[in-house]
């Protein structure tokens, strides 16, 4: 009897648990109108890896999506801009939504890993990406194309491309082209690496509860 009481109790208080909330959906979605580019992006981090893109710019489409294919974020852009006069501008400003809607959905970036780095080859071309979402952008870029571009896309634009992601998502990026010679090769391996660097970045450390920084804050 005395067993069944115990057993009874223990019943009780496993159905009185209160059950964990589920963390919050680390979630951004941004519009920025000049007289250069109109963009709307939503951006999920904890996602699937879905992706809807329409940039006007068919590589850049391309890569957009492919890294939210490796990094599993959950991304769609649309973009118009004056294409009429060259991509520079469409390429850079999505950059920098990007970067502002990364570090929107990343709030406080508390129990986050914080680094996160990946090598991703394709063919003959390999490239490793580093980084950290320090609060403080930084973009090393170690990388040379052949072509003067791919598609309709200026190799050119795609050191441009990083440095608006860094500098507005307020990471240091550092990316570096070990061997390649196809350039659309060279240009896949850079968004592919730099997704499964971000995606391991951003993921929550289950062992953590802070910010991952002495300081006490990654947030500028």
Known sequence: MAARAARAGQSVRRAGRVAKAAPAARTARIERRTRETDIALALGLDGTGQSRILTGIGFLDHMLTSLATHSRFDLDVRCKGDLHIDAHHSVEDVGIVLGQALREALG?????????????????????????????????????????????????????????????????????????????????????????????????????????????????
């Open 108 to 220: 406080d970036k508390k129990g986050i890993v914080r680094f996160g780095h990946a090598y991703c080859p394709l063919d003959e071309a390999l490239t490793r990406a580093v980084v950290d979402l320090s609060g403080r952008p930084w973009l090393h870029f170690g990388v040379e194309f052949r072509a003067r571009a791919v598609g309709d896309m200026p190799t050119e634009l795609f050191e441009d491309f990083f440095w608006a992601l860094a500098d507005h998502g307020r990471l240091n990026l550092h990316l570096d082209l070990l061997r390649g010679r196809n350039s659309h090769h060279i240009a896949e391996t850079l968004f592919k690496a730099t997704a499964r660097a971000l995606g391991a970045a951003v993921a929550r450390d289950p062992r953590a509860s802070g910010v991952p920084s002495t300081k006490g804050t990654l947030v500028r």
